[in-house]
């Protein structure tokens, strides 16, 4: 029942955290072990226990909540999956740098010791995780709760490892690969990030083997990879080389022989159109290599670290990193009389994206996924519409990507992650592959196993996410209740990295699809317009902005005004635009809460009105009806920031500005007993229906706000979802509401065009420009008397000329004229003081923009907006003086 009044402010702090805890003591977010009819469900992306939580998440999170919570007070059976990534290689690159500041290698560390040093960091980390999502509202099931590294998800990992692996889809294999030289890891493609950086073009001589005076111009931009070179190639097309085909030349520092090769892959315009083939260290040139199979097996010139090393590298050169080789070459083939030139060259460098090292590729044998025949039936499935993206213009993007699909390396030099699942056999030297780790060898019985060194992709667990988060491989109950889960938000930056691969392991390992629709987020801007990150520094914490603005006006500021599958600003104008849209709500029903007399009963429905009924009361159960509707296509076309927008309008202008004003009349009791009833009954029922219409997106301060107002049930948050086929719908109130709102529209902007000073009540007319509209104005004359503050307002007959003196202006629903202020002392005298109060705020906003510093330390949109008040006052101010003026010289100018 209704409870004591409301606080005159909204305190978000109390409020959010009092609500977090019932919601849990509820269980509201448990999902039923044994659904009966429809149901929901998507798992969170695991965030990274590499970090805490950032807007960005906040983002998604807020997306998802919305969605979950309208599912579940539709009484579906929502199942939201919380779980916490084990990030293999990006957590142990934050140990490591959190160790190397105490002085410790994280290498150096017994493996166990190293194990316990990450563990500690997802103990701290898991529980800041935990406490930003709780401190959003996001109503995960907590119970169901799974880490990437729990025993349920080293048995799925393993199970899937050992099913592609029988199938041939996993094969071990020599390959060039992106190798990390700090991390000391292969990384796959899509953890390189590609920049142009400014570099040298180096042009050296590679002198004739035969001895004959001059030899091959070849530039290079990496001159300490010389020492890998296994031939000098050209175009077959290239006529400045035709005579040098099949002749040998000398390479540079290392004095071996090697023969000009022509090769259709060389670029005639590059550099003087030679190029040195380096098989080990360049895709290009490996490729070229494999055409040409008589040239000799190339040398590692490199360790793990890209120090120069190996017997093709002369010895003053051993042990030098790429950096120091390379100086140490230009000076020695300047020194032979070898380097021709050198000029500035812009080039394209791949660098690790955790270590930020340069990328060398290294030829390695690794772990690689065939992702063809996984991509397949993905392919066919997007197009077949049985996995839909949104927004929907990412889909091209997505098969591009899948169409070229190269096969992924999923092997990792690093300790933390989940072991590759197979074992050597020292004796016979074949592979045991076992879920279960092996005892004996699978080939020969011996025990003499050594188990693989390496650990597996982090996102070789992750793509397994949808199903292994609901107990796959095991059949449990969850994921015969709630698989295929239903949708999937989350950024687009790891659209390659993760969508597309659940999407692959969805149909190989469930032969049906994860998820039926995927929902890209866009990314957020600060108010300069960059991308916020960690790097710069300008994401804040999202619990120190729930603790400033609260988590609702967050969340709200989340989805509106910005479109939430849009790159958008997210700062201040946005939040203090959600907080201001939460106190409206909360006055709303403070203003409400004296038209519930004691004793009334929860909400069963909307009073039902006659067509003599007041048209306001109408009209606001139509318009309800069709913002219902509205939310529900938003939701329906995962559009939730028109689904935001929609309500923010509704409650905005529609109940609060206008009906709310229009009413009080009724609510007065100006207008006898049945209206006040019909009245009561008809704000009552709007408004508590909005709350839970407003529920998904703002549900602290609306479970609060519901609670103070007579309602059945514990929960708003269980509340049933409310159907738009309780209210009326009234298309005449609709259109004769347009006619009211349109005659104070224009009286409005009437009183300010002849400068009415805010005190006055001039009389005014209306000639409505048919009988139709006289109808509706003569019917709500009082109405549009009352808000547009005109005293009195008289329909004229077609015909009637307007009284003198009168500022007039027209529109489709007739002409309109406002007595102009007189000069009576009264007049003007209210005039005089409404300018001196703008003279004094016009003051007040020049002394604070002079202010000493305000120009250079205010963020510039304070600046921009204190420059527009000031010309806007500066505008007010001058046409009062204008108008004040005696009126001999006013008329003269007309
Ligand atoms: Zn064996």
């Not at 965030?47 to 807020?62: A, K, R, S």
Request: net charge negative.
């Amino acid at each position: 029942m209704s409870s004591p009044a409301l606080p005159t402010r909204f305190d978000p702090k109390e409020v959010e955290a009092r609500w977090q805890a019932s919601w849990e003591r509820g269980g509201v977010f448990r999902a039923p072990d044994q659904p009966r009819g429809a149901t929901f469900s998507m798992v969170l992306p695991p965030p990274n226990v590499t970090g805490v939580l950032t807007l960005g998440h906040m983002l998604g999170d807020t997306v998802m909540d919305a969605v979950a919570r309208h599912h579940r007070m539709r009484g579906t059976a929502t199942l939201w999956v919380p779980g916490l990534d084990h990030a293999g290689l990006a957590t142990q690159v934050e140990v490591r740098r959190r160790l190397a500041k105490q002085g410790v290698r994280f290498e150096e560390l017994p493996p166990e010791q190293a194990i316990r040093e990450v563990e500690n960091w997802r103990v701290e980390h898991e529980r800041r995780i935990r406490e930003q999502t709780r401190g959003g509202g996001f109503s995960v099931d907590w119970s169901r709760f799974r880490y990437t590294m729990d025993p349920e998800s080293v048995r799925a990992t393993r199970e899937a490892f050992v099913s592609l692996y029988r199938a041939g889809l996993i094969y071990r294999g020599e390959r060039l690969v992106n190798w990390d030289p700090r991390l000391r890891t292969a990384i796959s493609d899509l953890e390189v990030v590609h920049t142009e950086e400014e570099g040298t073009l180096y042009y050296v001589r590679y002198p004739w083997a035969d001895g004959t005076l001059g030899g091959m111009e070849v530039a290079t931009a990496r001159p300490e990879t010389i020492f890998g070179d296994v031939a000098v190639a050209v175009h077959p097309d290239d006529a400045r080389y035709a005579e040098a085909w099949g002749k040998f030349v000398v390479v540079p520092l290392s004095h071996r022989r090697v023969p000009v090769i022509a090769d259709r892959a060389v670029d005639p315009t590059f550099g003087a159109g030679a190029l040195k083939i380096t098989p080990r260290h360049d895709p290009v040139d490996r490729e070229v290599a494999g055409r040409h199979p008589d040239l000799a097996d190339p040398v590692e010139i490199f360790d793990e670290s890209a120090r120069l090393v190996g017997p093709w590298v002369p010895s003053p050169f051993h042990g030098l990193d790429r950096e120091a080789g390379r100086a140490r070459a230009v000076e020695e083939l300047d020194r032979e009389g070898l380097l021709l030139r050198q000029e500035p060259y812009r080039r394209s460098v791949g660098r690790s994206e955790r270590s930020e090292a340069v990328v060398e590729p290294r030829l390695s044998t690794q772990w690689f996924v065939r992702m063809a025949p996984l991509a397949e039936p993905v392919v066919a499935a997007v197009r077949a519409g049985e996995i839909r993206i949104h927004p929907e213009r990412w889909t091209l993007t997505f098969f591009r990507w899948m169409e070229g699909i190269e096969d992924w390396c999923i092997s990792r030099q690093i300790l933390w992650g989940h072991r590759i699942p197979v074992a050597r056999c020292r004796t016979c030297g074949q592979e045991s592959v076992s879920i279960l780790p092996p005892t004996t060898c699978e080939h020969c019985g011996s025990p003499e196993l050594a188990p693989e060194p390496d650990v597996l992709d982090t996102w070789f667990t992750s793509w397994l996410w949808p199903f292994e988060a609901l107990g796959w491989p095991a059949r449990t109950s969850d994921l015969g209740h709630y698989y295929p889960t239903q949708l999937l938000v989350t950024g687009r930056d790891i659209m390659f990295f993760w969508v597309a691969r659940m999407m692959m392991a969805g149909y190989r390992f469930t032969g049906t699809k994860p998820f039926s629709d995927v929902y890209f987020t866009g990314m957020l801007l600060d108010e300069r317009g960059r991308r916020m990150s960690k790097h710069l520094g300008n994401s804040p914490d999202p619990l120190d902005v729930i603790a400033q603005h609260g988590a609702d006006a967050m969340r709200f500021a989340l989805v509106f005004p910005n479109p939430t599958s849009e790159d958008g600003a997210f700062g201040r104008p946005a939040l203090d635009g959600a907080r201001n849209f939460l106190t409206k709500l909360w006055n709303l029903v403070r203003f409400t809460l004296p038209y519930v007399p004691p004793g009334t009963g929860p909400v069963v429905g909307p009073p039902s009105l006659s067509p003599t009924s007041a048209l306001e009361d109408r009209w606001i159960l139509s318009r309800y009806r069709r913002a219902v509707d509205e939310v529900d296509r938003a939701f329906g076309d995962f559009d939730p920031t028109r689904a935001a927008t929609g309500l923010h309008g509704f409650v905005w202008h529609d109940l609060a500005d206008r009906y709310v004003e229009i009413a009080k009349e009724s609510l007065a009791g100006r207008r006898g007993d049945p209206a006040l009833r019909e009245a009561r009954a008809t704000l009552l029922f709007v408004v508590e229906r909005t709350l839970r219409l407003l529920h998904p997106f703002v549900p602290h301060v609306t479970e609060e706000l519901w609670h103070a107002l007579p309602h059945a049930g514990e929960l708003l948050a269980t509340a049933p979802w409310p159907s738009s086929a309780e209210a009326p719908s009234d298309p005449v109130a609709e259109v004769e509401m347009e006619t009211v709102l349109e005659a104070i529209r224009l009286l409005r902007n009437l009183r300010a065009d002849e400068h009415v000073a805010t005190t006055s009540l001039p009389p005014a007319w209306i000639r409505p420009a048919g009988p139709e509209v006289a109808r509706v104005l003569e019917q709500q004359r009082g109405t549009v008397a009352r808000l547009a503050r005109v005293n009195p307002l008289q329909l004229l007959a077609p015909g009637t000329p307007p009284p003198d003196g009168v500022g007039s202006r027209v529109a489709p629903l007739g002409e309109c004229y406002l007595e102009r202020p007189s000069t009576s002392p009264a007049d003007t005298e209210a005039l005089a003081r409404e300018r001196e109060k703008l003279a004094g705020l016009l003051e007040k906003t020049r002394t604070r923009l002079d202010g000493p510093g305000f120009r250079a330390r205010a963020p510039p949109e304070v600046v921009q907006e204190a420059e527009e008040k000031l010309r806007d006052l500066t505008e007010r101010v001058r046409r009062i003086d204008e108008h004040l003026k005696p009126r001999g010289s006013r008329d003269g100018e007309r």
